[in-house]
Each structure stands twice: as C-alpha cells, then as structure tokens.
C-alpha cells in the first residue's frame, strides 16, 4: 500500500513539474514571436529619390556601409526624410523605385541606424 501511494504521488509530482515547464516555455516562446512580429511590422515606405553612401559603423563586429536614403512620401512628392539605413541582410536599392523597408531602429555614438531586413516593391494602383 506504501509504495503504491509512493508511486501515485511521484506520477503526480513529475506530472505538474512537465505541465510548469512546458507553461514557461510556451509563455517565452510566445514572447519572442510577438517581439518578432512587432519587428516585422516596422516599416518606412516611399519612393527612394536619393540614395549616397555615407560612411561604414562597426555592427555586430564588422564593417558596414552606411547609406543616407531619401524617401519622398508616394503621394507627395515634395515631402522627404532622409534616413541612415545599413543593408546588414539585404542590398541597398536604386533611386526611383517606389519600395516598404522593413527594419529594426540602432542607436550608436548618439546616432539613429536603420537596419533594413527586408525590401518589398510597392505597387501603386
């Protein structure tokens, strides 16, 4: 009789110990997609009208190109916002293309970088 209730409350025990540590990690898995979409929705969209490298930054322990894009607004041209973008995963585009920039925002010496991961066409209808 002992070691049957030994064993029933052992059961129980690493029952509840599997349910707890598969609630935690659900709860950080979750997080970390959430963060993640969050940084896939951040995005900067208009049509390149100037684009000029401006320098390299030390990123992630490298070297990187830095480039001052201009971006006129697609429905109003006369209103542009230059950005210090870095291409860290993808290539840096041509003027006139109108394109959605996906990114995640740096700040290093005092200075906000643009990390682009990602380039999409806009079409215009």
């Given at each position: 009789?002992?070691?049957?209730?030994?064993?029933?409350?052992?059961?129980?025990?690493?029952?509840l110990?599997?349910?707890?540590?598969?609630?935690?990690?659900?709860?950080?898995?979750?997080?970390?997609?959430?963060?993640?979409?969050?940084?896939?929705?951040?995005?900067?969209?208009?049509?390149?009208?100037?684009?000029?490298?401006?320098?390299?930054?030390?990123?992630?322990?490298?070297?990187?190109?830095?480039?001052?894009?201009?971006?006129?607004?697609?429905?109003?041209?006369?209103?542009?916002?230059?950005?210090?973008?870095?291409?860290?995963?993808?290539?840096?585009?041509h003027?006139?293309?109108?394109?959605?920039?996906?990114?995640?925002?740096?700040?290093?010496?005092?200075?906000?970088?643009?990390?682009?991961?990602?380039?999409?066409?806009?079409?215009?209808?």
């Amino acid at each position: 009789m002992h070691m049957k209730f030994t064993g029933i409350v052992g059961v129980i025990v690493i029952t509840l110990l599997v349910i707890i540590i598969a609630s935690l990690t659900y709860v950080r898995v979750e997080s970390l997609r959430q963060e993640q979409i969050k940084m896939d929705t951040m995005f900067i969209e208009g049509m390149v009208s100037n684009i000029t490298q401006s320098g390299t930054i030390s990123y992630h322990g490298s070297d990187v190109i830095v480039w001052n894009i201009t971006i006129s607004k697609i429905n109003d041209v006369r209103e542009n916002q230059s950005y210090n973008m870095i291409f860290d995963e993808t290539y840096p585009p041509h003027s006139g293309l109108n394109l959605r920039f996906y990114y995640s925002e740096f700040i290093q010496n005092d200075q906000t970088y643009i990390n682009v991961t990602s380039v999409a066409k806009v079409d215009l209808l």
